[in-house]
C-alpha cells in the first residue's frame, strides 16, 4: 500500500504510475487540460491503477453527455477488475469504486454517500472530497458541500499539498450559501496557499458578483489572469463571470468581444460552455443589444441534443437556445423528453419531475406557474437544477419575465424577493419589471 501527496491510499506499485497520477488530481483541482493525458500516463504505467480507472468513469460522468455512459461502465468494469487483480485493493480503492457504481448507476446522491461514509474519518482525503464536491455541484446542494467542506477544513493539515484547494471549495460552499464576508475571507486564504487554485478564485469573484461589485470584479478577474487562463474550458466560465460584470456596467461592446474571444472561442458542446453563453446571449437579449448571429451555432448543438436528457441543467439551456431562434418544433421535442425523463428512475429523473417539466414549459412558452402556491414551489425547488446561484439566475430571470409577460405584479416582486437574498438588485430584474409595467400600462 502506499499514499500519494494527496493523502489516497493506493495498491500501486508504480512509482512512475503515482507520479502520473498526482499529477492527474492536480489537474483536476486546477483545472487543466493535462489531466486526461496524466490519467493516461498513469494507466500505461500500471493499468491496474484502481484510482485511475475510477476517476476516468467520474470524469465521462461528469461531462453529462449521454454517449459517455457507455465510457463510464467501461471504466467501472476495468476498475472492478483491477481490484481483483490487486487482491481487493485498498480500502480507499474500494469505495472509489462503489461509489462510481452508483454513479453509473444514476445515483450521484448515492455516490456522494459512499465517499462521505468511507472517508468519514479522512474528511479531507482530496480526491474522494472534490469528487464529492463536483457531484453536490451538480445537483445543487449548496448545504451538503458547506458541510463536507467544514469537516475537511476542521481536519486539515495545513502543509498539506491539497489545503488551499480545499479552502478554496469550502469558500466556494461559503458563497453559495450567503456567507459573503466568510467565502471572501477563505478564498483569499485558499488563493494564498495555492496560487493555482481557480476554484478559490471563480468563489471571489462570485462574491463580489453577489454584492454588486462590479469594479472588484473584474479588478480581481483581470489581475488573476495568469492562473485561470491556463485552465480547461473552466476558463471560458472564468471569462463569462467577467462578462457579467460588465454587463452589470453597461458596457456592452466588451460583453460581445469576450463572448467573441474568451467565453465562446470554441463552438464545443459541452454543457458547461453552452451554459455559459446559452445565459449570456439571453441575457444580451433582455436588454436589447443585437447580438448579430451568435444564437446560430448555439441552436446547432441544441437541435443535435434535444433528445439528451441527462442533465436536466443542460437540457434546459438547450432548450433556451432552441426557443431563442424560434425552432419550436425542436423546442417541443426537448420539452416531451424532459416529460418523459420525468417519469424514469434516478436523480435526474426526480429533477425533471420536481423542477425540469414546469421550467422547460417555461421557456418554451407553455406557461407560467399559475398560482402563487405554484411559484413557490418552482422557486424552492430551483436549485435541485443544479450548478451555481450564479448560473440559475438565468432561469430566474427567465421565470421573473414569464411571470410578467402576464401582468402578474405581485409574481415578480415575489422572485425580487427571494432573489435578494441572494444577489444585489441588478439592471436586468429592474428592466425586466420595467418591461411588465410597459405592458400593463399599454
Known sequence: MNCDAYDLITSSDSAEARRAFEQAVYGLATHRPSTGASLQATLAADPDHVAAHALTGFANLILARSELAAGA???????????????????????????????????????????????????????????????????????????????AVDGLDSASLSAGFVFGCYAFSLEETGRYEEAMKAGQKAVVLQPDDSWGLHAVSHVFEMRGQTREGVDWLENSRSAWSRCNNFSFHMAWHLALLHLERGDHERVLQLYDDEVRPQQTDDFRDMANAVSLLWRLNQMSVHVGSRWHDLAGIARARRRDTT????????????????????????????????????????????????????????????????????????????????????????????????????GISRIRHMRRHLKAEDRLIRSIEQSAGMKLSA
Open 311 to 410: 442533465l436536466i441543467f443542460a437540457a434546459l439551456h438547450n432548450l433556451a437556445a432552441l426557443v431563442a431562434i424560434g425552432d419550436r418544433v425542436g423546442a417541443a421535442e426537448l420539452v416531451i423528453e424532459i416529460e418523459e425523463k420525468a417519469m424514469g428512475i434516478g436523480d435526474q429523473a426526480r429533477v425533471a419531475a420536481e423542477i425540469g417539466v414546469p421550467m422547460a414549459r417555461m421557456l418554451a412558452g407553455l406557461g407560467a406557474p399559475a398560482d402563487r402556491q405554484m411559484l413557490d414551489r418552482v422557486i424552492v425547488n430551483l436549485p435541485k437544477i443544479g450548478g451555481s446561484n450564479a448560473q440559475r439566475d438565468f432561469f430566474v430571470l427567465a421565470l421573473a419575465k414569464a411571470v410578467g409577460s402576464r401582468g402578474d405584479n405581485a
Open 73 to 151: 461502465e467501461v471504466a467501472l468494469a476495468e476498475a472492478r477488475a483491477a481490484l481483483t487483480r490487486k487482491n481487493g485493493g485498498t480500502a480507499d480503492e474500494q469505495v472509489l469504486v462503489k461509489a462510481l457504481a452508483a454513479a453509473s448507476g444514476g445515483s450521484f446522491s448515492g455516490a456522494i454517500d459512499t465517499l462521505d461514509c468511507g472517508f468519514a474519518d479522512r474528511p479531507a482525503t482530496f480526491l474522494p472530497f472534490k469528487l464529492s464536491h463536483a457531484l453536490r455541484f451538480m445537483l445543487g446542494d449548496a448545504a451538503g458541500m458547506l458541510t463536507a467542506s467544514s469537516r
